[in-house]
């Protein structure tokens, strides 16, 4: 490696040093505010509401463990504080990347991160409140009457993370075959002979990651077919040609930057 590339190499580690801690900081700070206002035990409270409403009157969640109390309040504020700086950490994230990133890949990556984004939060906004009321009253409707349900904290953290996770990254269906089909890896033709491959699928990872009753099931397998649908119409607009005009600028724009990166 000449001297040259070593230099560059060593400035990169430390713009991704930078630009790692100035996220790690935008998460401690909204972390702080969140622990001062309104507070760990009011965000977990609000988490918890959808699974408390569905108890018995006069019951509450229980915490076995001796720090338990302290330390899932503390996480739940942590993931808020994460969610609220998101668009912060994907901009420093973008502004590493984005110098490396030819003109036409520049165009498509902004859209990308701010739908794929809005659509993980939707994910998440769907879970809680819809997905989690239906499913709990449906659970709470088979507790037999002879015990008295008495969930544990740390447990429903556990349960909201992977729910939470399981909608976040299946409302990101769209923004996977918009990449699919850009890459030329698929065509949106090959999307609708798969059609009903992913329907099967949907219900079947739908089955997996949800509790065992119909209604979560369904809430998770329903919109993951239509959010394809969605992707396939996404699809038909990136895959749509351009202009000759707008081509040759495209092929010229990049000529010109992989010119640039060969002098430097």
Known sequence: MSDAQEESFISHLVELRDRLLRSLIAIAVVLGVLCIYPGPGEIYDILAAPLTKALPEG?????I?????FMVPL???AMVAFVLALPYILYQAWAFIAPGLYAHEKRLGIPLIISSTLLFIAGMSFCYFFVFGQVFSFIASFAPKSITPAPDIEAYLSFVMTMFLAFGITFEVPVALVVLVKLGLVTVEKLKEWRSYFIVGAFVVAAVVTPPDVVSQLALAIPMCL?????????RLVSAPKPAAAVATDAEMDKAEEEFRKLS
Not at 65 to 69: A, F, H, L, M, N
Request: no cysteine; charged share 15%; aromatic share 4%.
């Open 65 to 69: 463990g001796v720090i338990t109390p």
């Open 227 to 235: 959010l394809y649908e969605l992707g396939i119409l996404a699809s």
């Open 59 to 63: 019951t509450k969640m229980v915490a």
């Open 75 to 77: 996480k739940v504020t």
